[in-house]
């Protein structure tokens, strides 16, 4: 669906929004707005609030907290110093050309394989203001939302590995330190 979506966008930017999450009125416009003034920026993200199925907020648990970043975050992001929900970006389209877009052969993963490849390429920019709302499902707890992001940046780091994508060998020692302490 998303690769559809990517190769019917007329406009300058491409905006993704997951079925359950739920963006704040003026997502949109600050973000675009954010691009005007930054034209060296492709990717922007923000925070968002957790909520449950009634639309209660979620409060993060002491110590937690998602992540975000601005620049050059190709690095962080494989170290997990910087993570980006999908429904929070906006992304200049012409960063998603064809064949650029979700790898479909991905079955997991493939919104973080997205983002780290478009993180080669382009600057972030993150604002900390919760544009959007994070729905949280019965049975998913923040054990199970943590094994899924180890286990999907263990997927990715196989991937370069296989794929010989070039990245230091310190920093593939970073990122593989980062995923075993957590």
Known sequence: AGNTGIALA????????DSDDLWLPDKLGQQVAAFDAMPQVGVMHTAFTRIDSLGQVVPWPPGRRRLGASGWVYERM???????LM??????RHFLQPGEGFRPELTTSEDMELMLRLAERTEFFYDPAPLVLYRLHA?????????TQLERMHRHLMALQESRHQIS???ERRAWSELHLR
């Not at 007329?10 to 929004?17: I, K, S, Y």
């Open 78 to 84: 494989l170290t997990m110093r910087c993570a980006v």
């Open 139 to 147: 049975g998913q707890t923040m054990h199970h939302l943590r094994a």
């Open 10 to 17: 007329c406009g300058e930017f491409v905006a993704f929004l």
């Open 169 to 171: 060998p310190q920093l």
């Open 87 to 92: 429904s929070s970006t906006v992304i200049r």
